[in-house]
């Protein structure tokens, strides 16, 4: 695959990473309509209790509002909670201390928009990996791109995933696939490259 199409998401899933590992190009589109209800603006953690949704709220506007102009909502305080949600979740992980607090210091910013929050967490994600991969930015929106494309914009893409890695409420509620990045970070550290390349 050459080229990955895809909206900036935050702490986007394990399948999507695996698939940025694969591509030769990246292109973020920050022009594309905001889709409620996507990983534009949630994401899925491992909890004591099993599948953990957080979800990052915005300013409502209206319909077919390019995903770029989406700001973020600080009417409660959101940030605390996803964090202490992480902390609660991967704290006994074995990276965790290793990589919290590449995370931790941007929960106490307010940036405005969601798609440089999510561009944010992203590159961080990529140096922790220790994966150089260069992507660029949509000038407009193109409806279609061309063969030797994967675009990840229509739907959330949920891969058949064949890795496997431990969790750390794995004894309670069995493995739990495609998660958070965050998920296959804290839980498998510099292995999290090899176990992506292996899907």
């Not at 063969?147 to 890695?165: G, W």
Request: charge should be neutral; hydrophobic fraction near 40%.
């Amino acid at each position: 695959m050459k080229t990955l199409v895809l909206p900036a998401m935050y702490f986007a899933p394990v399948s999507v990473y695996a698939l940025i590992l694969k591509s030769e190009k990246l292109i973020f589109d920050g022009h594309e309509n905001f889709v409620k209800q996507t990983f534009r603006s949630r994401c899925e953690i491992y909890g004591a209790n099993g599948k953990q949704l957080l979800s990052v709220p915005v300013e409502k506007r209206g319909n077919h509002i390019p995903v770029q102009q989406v700001k973020i909502s600080y009417k409660e305080d959101w940030q605390k909670i996803h964090w202490r949600s992480i902390v609660s979740a991967y704290r006994n992980s074995p990276y965790f201390e290793f990589y919290a607090d590449e995370f931790e210091r941007f929960f106490t910013v307010k940036p405005e928009l969601l798609f440089d929050w999510n561009m944010t967490f992203h590159k961080i994600i990529m140096k922790l990996l220790k994966v150089e991969k260069e992507f660029e930015f949509s000038e407009k929106y193109i409806a279609e791109y061309g063969i030797q494309t994967l675009d990840l914009r229509a739907e959330d893409i949920m891969l058949p995933l064949t890795l496997n890695y431990n969790q750390v409420f794995e004894e309670r509620h069995g493995f739990i696939p495609n998660l958070s990045i965050l998920d296959l970070l804290f839980n498998a550290g510099p292995d999290s490259v090899k176990i992506l390349s292996s899907i």
